[in-house]
């Protein structure tokens, strides 16, 4: 990408006016892969705290869409461009993995957000807070990168 500082500040105030790490980390990329923010924004929107389950944490579900706009394959029999998605794909996640430590937001929180219990202890303890911004940041990194293959 072309100005990573400028689009990785945009990410996060994104993410700090309480947009979810998917759509800070998916609007990241969105305008260059041809992509309004707005339309981003509204695509990402259901898969910020592991689509609310605590699973895979919104900032890879983020990127993985991000990098099927550039990298994606539309025709069923187009083993070349499934390919080079996936490849695309573990890439993100070997990184991804490599620089914090998992890919779900339970693991990565070390709390579940869809146990009311837990939920309230990730918010008092303001953990996404602390943590999450971080991810975001290392999301958009890696994205970059990937992008610029």
């Given amino acids: ?8 500040k945009a990410a996060w105030k994104l993410f700090e006016q309480g947009y979810n790490c998917a759509q800070a980390v998916f609007s990241h990329a969105a305008e260059e892969l041809g992509l309004d923010e707005e339309e981003a924004l509204k695509i990402a929107s259901g898969f910020g705290g592991g689509m609310l389950l605590g699973e895979m944490c919104g900032c890879v579900t983020g ?6 706009l550039k990298y994606g394959f539309s025709e069923p029999n187009d083993s070349i461009g499934k390919g080079i ?3 695309k794909t573990m890439e ?9 430590g998992a890919h ?36 958009c990194e890696i994205l970059d990168e990937l992008l610029d293959d």
Avoid: H, W, Y
């Fill in 63 to 68: 990127a993985i869409m991000a990098l099927g």
């Fill in 104 to 139: 779900r937001c339970k693991d990565l929180l070390g709390m579940d957000v869809s146990i009311p219990e837990e939920k309230m202890k990730i918010s008092q303890e303001g953990l996404i807070e602390k943590k999450c911004p971080g991810f975001v940041s290392s999301a």
């Fill in 92 to 100: 993100f996640l070997r990184k991804f993995k490599e620089k914090n």
């Fill in 1 to 8: 990408m072309s100005d990573v500082m400028t689009t990785q």
């Fill in 85 to 87: 998605a996936n490849e």
